[in-house]
């Protein structure tokens, strides 16, 4: 059993919907990590997290440590958000969920 | 004026062979790491360097060795290269450890034929 699991594994939304992507992990750890990446392969860093809540733009990130639960979510979704969205946890060593594939359509 | 850059993007090689990934930053992060992202698209850490230190060595084979000249640098130089290595390699930075936000490198696509 991998120590971060996501889900759902794959996501087809329409445009403009709301969109969530959850995180949990069975480890201890010091921040837990959103990332995008783009269909070229690019990796992006959305957020890092310890506690709480954190928002950039459309996008939300929340967790909850006692749960060890995190979700992401995008509002007004758009085409240009599809991507793989991975959560990574950091403690005394990483680990990398399995990736989220979503693709929105127009 | 690229943050985090890799070369090459691309490296076809032969079984056997000995290859190095180079990877610089720009932007005075104190920690850089190593990441391979397999087939299915699965990442793991491989390395990770905190000013010229390693702290964090994965259990990869001993033919990957992390060399870090200074603490903008962090190139991967893998020996005997085996079929099993095709993967891409991203090379990244953060301030102070991991629990910074990362910044990536574009990635080096290295198949072994």
């Known amino acids: 059993k991998n120590e971060v699991e996501q889900s759902p594994q794959n996501l087809t939304a329409q445009e403009g919907e709301f969109i969530t992507i959850n995180c949990s992990y069975s480890?201890?750890?010091?921040?837990l990590h959103w990332l995008q990446q783009h269909p070229g392969g690019g990796i992006v860093s959305l957020f890092m997290?310890?506690?709480g809540k954190k928002k950039h733009g459309r996008l939300i990130a929340t967790i909850n440590i006692q749960e060890k639960h995190s979700s992401l979510h995008i509002t007004a979704s758009h085409p240009r958000d599809s991507a793989v969205y991975i959560c990574a946890v950091t403690g005394n060593q990483f680990y990398f969920g399995t990736g989220t594939s979503l693709t929105v359509i127009p | 004026d690229t943050a985090v850059s890799q070369t090459p993007k691309y490296l076809v090689t032969q079984m056997g062979n000995d290859k190095s990934i180079k990877c610089e930053q720009n932007l005075g992060h104190d920690t850089m790491y190593w990441y391979k992202q397999d087939s299915k698209k699965f990442l793991k850490i491989m390395f990770s360097y905190n000013n010229k230190e390693l702290i964090i060595n994965e259990t990869v084979p001993n033919r990957f060795s992390p060399k870090s000249p200074d603490k903008a640098h962090l190139n991967l130089h893998i020996n005997s290269l085996e079929l099993g290595d095709s993967a891409v390699y991203f090379c990244?930075?953060?301030?102070?450890?991991?629990?910074?936000?990362?910044?990536f490198g574009s990635g080096t696509r290295l198949t072994v034929v």
């Open positions: 480890v201890g750890i010091s921040a």
């Open positions: 990244a930075s953060s301030r102070q450890g991991a629990n910074y936000g990362y910044t």
């Open positions: 997290l310890s506690s």
